[in-house]
């Protein structure tokens, strides 16, 4: 449903993308989510923090809001493109695209 | 990240606490002027704490004001900030250096002589030896570490007792390790006689020097003359030249040996009564302090079954100094109880057994065993007899 309200041009992209089997996150500017255990996660390509608490950790990214749910969650490191999260998590959870946004 | 944080130390960076309900935001519009922020924790609703560089602190200075936040630093960390708190306290800054200075200087010298491996050796010898070579404290290690082969060989030449040695450098330590020569007993070669070593009764005497003073048959007792260190010779024209030796030779006699032993024939046996109680003991150092117990554990009429021992906190000592004690007591009553003799002779016979290899020399076999028991009262007398042939000769 999601892929078939994407544009022309960025449907075009993943196709080629697939096509040529080049990196996704890159070509399609998608954001990059590595989870280690439920201990760290770091999400490349993000587009702002909207919302930080204890257990609760809000991201915008270019496919939508992306909420990380845990205990004792801080974050370690967060620079234009990279946001390093520590603590216990629980859940990573993605938001429709546009939403509170 | 790591590489991130040596630079931020070496640059020098800041702890600060945000206030405000548009933290997040501050943070947001920090990211995109190209601030990088780390360890940010959430301390309240509406206060962060932060770690960001200190050269990118003044980019957030607009923004505090833009979504109503408020910035304040709470601590300045890092190199830049260091140095400028030591540049300050010109004195300590001296004084460290001075110290510095001190111990490089103190250690380019060596401080101790070691001497290890020694036995019969007087190690203030070795000391004195290495002295006069050069080797003593004081001496500037840049000195005496080209000379180490040449000290070593010196060495050796001038202790003629140590069959090999070296010497290592160990910081301000001069470690001289020496392995001496296993030299043989001196045997005594002066006139000597030989003498009963135990009491016996003779059976064979192999005279090899000497004069033999006693025969075959002869009781003797410890410590009697057996072999004359002495030869006596009748010349021709009827002089008589006597002449001290070592004396030598084999006087093989019947020794015997005996073993006793009183084994009860009444003995007292614990019979369990009731169950076991336990008893919770503290152990500081030599000092032992009752906790608690389960159960009343009078010391009389009970028999410790089992302690297990915890120890607390034991650190780096291998010694415990704090435990916790568990003791198990059974209750327990004493009643008599009788043994036959038959089985008490099994006992005795058994004891006196394994004590054979004790009381018998080495390499000696018994010849003849011969066991006697009598019963007397509530006690079984049992003696083992042992007789053996053996060389009783030794030097007096």
């Known amino acids: 449903m999601v892929n078939m309200e994407r544009p022309k041009k960025e449907r075009f992209r993943a196709k080629i993308a697939e096509y040529f089997e080049l990196p996704s996150d890159v070509v399609l500017d998608l954001p990059r989510l590595v989870l280690t255990g439920d201990r760290q996660l770091v999400v490349e390509n993000h587009r702002g923090l909207k919302m930080y608490s204890c257990t609760e950790v809000g991201l915008q990214t270019t496919v939508g809001s992306l909420t990380v749910s845990g205990e004792a969650l801080n974050i370690k490191l967060i620079t234009a493109d990279r946001v390093a999260i520590d603590g216990r998590i629980t859940r990573v959870e993605w938001g429709a695209p546009g939403e509170d946004q | 990240m790591i590489a991130q944080r040596l630079s931020a130390f070496f640059q020098g960076y800041l702890v600060v606490m945000i206030k405000g309900a548009r933290s997040e935001e501050l943070l947001n519009r920090g990211i995109a002027g190209g601030v990088a922020f780390w360890d940010i924790k959430k301390k309240a609703p509406g206060t962060i704490l932060c770690a960001l560089q200190a050269d990118q602190y003044p980019k957030l200075r607009p923004f505090f004001f833009r979504t109503g936040t408020k910035g304040k630093i709470l601590r300045k960390k890092g190199w830049p900030f260091f140095w400028r708190r030591v540049w300050r306290k010109k004195g300590w800054l001296l004084g460290m250096a001075l110290f510095l200075s001190l111990l490089l200087t103190l250690s380019s010298f060596i401080w101790f002589v070691e001497v290890t491996g020694v036995e019969q050796l007087d190690p203030g010898l070795i000391r004195s030896q290495l002295a006069v070579l050069g080797l003593k404290p004081g001496v500037p290690r840049r000195v005496i570490l080209p000379q180490r082969d040449w000290l070593i060989r010196e060495l050796r030449i001038r202790l003629p007792e140590v069959v090999w040695l070296t010497v290592r450098f160990k910081g301000v330590i001069a470690e001289v390790a020496v392995a001496e020569k296993k030299l043989p007993p001196s045997v005594d070669a002066g006139p000597g006689n030989l003498v009963a070593a135990k009491d016996g009764l003779i059976t064979e005497v192999l005279l090899i020097e000497g004069t033999p003073v006693v025969r075959v048959g002869d009781m003797v007792s410890r410590g009697d003359l057996l072999i004359l260190g002495e030869t006596t010779r ?163």
Request: charged share 25%; proline share 7%; hydrophobic share 40%.
């Open chain 2, 234 to 396: 009748v010349h021709l024209d009827g002089s008589v030249a006597t002449k001290k030796v070592k004396a030598a030779g084999e006087v093989r006699a019947r020794v015997w040996y005996e073993i006793t032993v009183d084994e009860p024939l009444t003995i007292m046996e614990p019979v369990v009564r009731g169950g076991p109680k336990i008893v919770y003991r503290l152990r500081l150092g030599n000092r032992l302090f009752t906790l608690f117990s389960r159960g009343t554990a009078a010391p009389e009429g009970f028999v410790r079954q089992d302690r297990a021992v915890k120890p607390i906190l034991p650190g780096r000592n291998s010694l415990s100094l704090v435990e916790i004690i568990k003791d198990t007591y059974q209750p327990v009553e004493w009643t008599t109880v009788q043994v036959a003799p038959e089985t008490a002779l099994l006992k005795a016979r058994h004891k006196c057994e394994m004590r054979i290899g004790t009381v018998l020399p080495a390499g000696v076999q018994p010849e003849k065993i011969q066991e006697v028991w009598t019963r007397q009262a509530e006690v079984l007398h049992y003696r083992l007899i042992i007789e053996t042939k053996e060389n009783i000769a030794v030097p007096d």
